[in-house]
T-cell receptor, first 114, second 109 residues
Framework: SAVISQKPSRDICQRGTSLTIQCQVD?????MFWYRQQPGQSLTLIAT?????????ESGFVIDKFPISRPNLTFSTLTVSNMSPEDSSIYLC???????????FGSGTQLSVL | RKEVEQDPGPFNVPEGATVAFNCTYS??????FFWYRQDCRKEPKLLMS???SGNEDGRFTAQLNRASQYISLLIRDSKLSDSATYLC??????????FGAGTRLFVKA
């Protein structure tokens, strides 16, 4: 499986500010995703990060709030914009291998918004 | 009804016990099934895939019942290090993967 490095691992932010989370993979991967895991909840898919084009967002998530970049096949960023306390969550990037349909995750970013 | 449902627990068991988790899914077209393990404040990690014929990996046994649309995970001889949240994961093909809310396990000495 690919090694996925995600940073920052945690941050405490003031409401109204933005945070950009980075995800670096040690090999080229076709599919990368961003998930959110709110306290006590399971994972929810935010969007698919498409290389060279706009991300594909799931219902309930919009580009203005969660802009995503994917400039190449090994790197992606997720920005949480104009944060509010409701955005406090763990954010996870992941890669997917179509052959066996397995997901692998970065170590996550624990975000707390005051 | 949630697409993937799990008993949230927590399950509190002594070391050496056998514990079983069940998971039900609603989409009969689901194709692939997995159990992931998530430690507190860590990312989920793949524990094992689940096949119709059942599969075993050491102390862990996973089974799939397509007719009843449920998946199970059996842990034998529980260790303290097994304490974690176990996520049932179902895929309907492609990358559309649905996670259950997880079952928390505490193994105590």
């Amino acid at each position: 499986s690919a090694v996925i490095s995600q940073k920052p691992s945690r941050d405490i932010c003031q409401r109204g500010t933005s945070l950009t989370i980075q995800c670096q993979v040690d090999s080229q991967v076709t599919m990368m995703f961003w998930y959110r895991q709110q306290p006590g909840q399971s994972l929810t898919l935010i969007a698919t990060a498409n290389q060279g084009s706009e991300a594909t967002y799931e219902s309930g998530f919009v580009i203005d709030k969660f802009p995503i970049s994917r400039p190449n096949l090994t790197f992606s960023t997720l920005t949480v914009s104009n944060m509010s306390p409701e955005d406090s969550s763990i954010y996870l990037c992941s890669t997917y291998t179509p052959v066996d349909e397995k997901l692998f995750f970065g170590s996550g970013t624990q975000l707390s918004v005051l | 009804r949630k697409e993937v449902e799990q008993d949230p627990g927590p399950f509190n068991v002594p070391e050496g016990a056998t514990v079983a988790f069940n998971c039900t899914y609603s989409n009969s077209a689901s194709q692939s099934f997995f159990w992931y393990r998530q430690d507190c404040r860590k990312e989920p990690k793949l524990l094992m895939s689940v096949y119709s014929s059942g599969n075993e990996d050491g102390r862990f046994t996973a089974q799939l019942n397509r007719a009843s649309q449920y998946i199970s995970l059996l842990i034998r001889d529980s260790k303290l290090s097994d304490s974690a949240t176990y996520l049932c994961v179902v895929s309907s093909g492609g990358f559309k993967t649905i996670f259950g809310a997880g079952t928390r396990l505490f193994v105590k000495a």
